[in-house]
């Protein structure tokens, strides 16, 4: 059985020598950078598709009717989806590196699990690209597409929880802190919203729910920078990067 202690091996082990997420060694903006890039080509590419489908209503069909066998140019959404996935880790492991140099050793058990759901999110997304919601194929297409929805949920949680923790040991915790911080606590209250598929407003709250985790991405990914950078957040006892 691989435990999510394996998947931050791993990743500590083959993401070791990108130095360029390390805002330590003075690249700061790199991550910041890659995360826009990141959003802005999943933003761009599923819009692209949803305009060159025929019919296609944005509050009438959900998000995977862009990549189904109906849409002629189905494989514009379904790479979108694919290479969105893949990109998406890297960016969450520096989320990860940046985090762990901040936050107390009694915190880095839900750290990894954070990242664990990281990961499920990920992998969850590329089979939603890889299998389309075909009538053939929608039952395992709907189990990956609640896969990555329930973990990207709850990755927001903890990780929304465990900056804010950080957040409290700035000296500049009033300059820092503002009502963006909790907006991770949404996503999951989003999400559950979403298990209902019977409301009327289901096809709106999948399209926030996608578009507004990757653009609480980038949010996270900034303040976690400007974090890093400050030297008045002081975290007693900090545990050292590996």
Not at 77 to 102: C, G
Not at 183 to 207: A, C, P
Request: hydrophobic share 50%.
């Amino acid at each position: 059985m691989i435990s999510v202690k394996d998947f931050v091996d791993f990743f500590n082990t083959s993401f070791n020598e990108l130095e360029e997420f390390e805002v330590e060694d003075k690249q700061e903006n790199f991550i910041l950078t890659f995360t826009l890039t990141v959003v802005i080509f999943f933003v761009g590419t599923s819009i692209l598709a949803m305009v060159t489908y025929p019919h296609y209503s944005f509050s009438q069909n959900y998000l995977s009717a862009l990549g189904t066998s109906k849409n002629p140019l189905s494989f514009i959404f379904n790479s979108s989806v694919i290479i969105t996935a893949i990109l998406l880790i890297p960016t969450y492991y520096a989320i990860y590196k940046i985090m762990k140099r901040n936050i107390m050793m009694q915190d880095i058990k839900f750290l990894n699990f954070s990242f664990g759901l990281a990961i499920l999110s990920s992998l969850s997304l590329l089979l939603v690209g890889l299998i389309p919601a075909n009538p053939q194929t929608l039952i395992p297409h709907l189990i990956a597409a609640g896969l990555f929805f329930l973990s990207i949920g709850f990755y927001y949680v903890i990780i929304t929880f465990l900056m804010l923790k950080v957040l409290h040991f700035c000296a500049n915790y009033k300059r820092f802190t503002s009502i963006w911080d909790y907006l991770g606590f949404s996503i999951i209250i989003l999400v559950l919203i979403f298990i209902d598929l019977n409301t009327w407003y289901n096809k709106l709250i999948q399209k926030t729910i996608v578009y507004g985790s990757l653009l609480l991405l980038i949010y996270v990914s900034n303040k976690l920078r400007k974090i890093d950078r400050d030297e008045s957040c002081i975290i007693p006892k900090p545990r050292e990067s590996p």
